[in-house]
């Protein structure tokens, strides 16, 4: 019966950490998406830090897949720190950057 519970914790941390790397994976994107004005008109950081955050919790979370097979597994103190950093950018800065969009393309106004 022991070799079936270790077996299905080992599916557990292979799901969390698939569930964390999608989550950074998510929150890089959207660093990249929100245009950089909106970083700064809302008090943020700016995009290149939240992008270069995002990007390497979303690479740490890459590695510290159980499936990749480099040992780190989910519990790594790395790994932890990559969703915290996802987490942070999903909780305080996707609100406020959400909020603005890209310029609209300028109207020609109609004139003589």
Do not use: D, H
Not at 27 to 49: C, D, E, I, N, S
């Amino acid at each position: 019966m022991v070799p079936a519970i270790n077996s299905a914790v080992v599916w557990v941390f292979v799901a969390v950490g698939v569930a964390a790397f999608v989550v950074e994976v998510w929150a890089f994107a959207l660093a990249v998406k929100a245009p950089a004005r909106a970083y700064l008109a809302g008090g943020k950081q700016t995009k290149t830090l939240w992008v270069t955050l995002t990007g390497g919790a979303a690479f740490v979370g890459l590695c510290g897949l159980p499936l990749v097979g480099l040992g780190w597994g989910f519990g790594n103190i790395l790994t932890i720190a990559a969703v915290v950093v996802a987490g942070v950018f999903l909780a305080s800065v996707r609100p406020v950057v959400a909020g603005f969009r890209r310029r609209p393309p300028r109207q020609q106004s109609g004139g003589w």
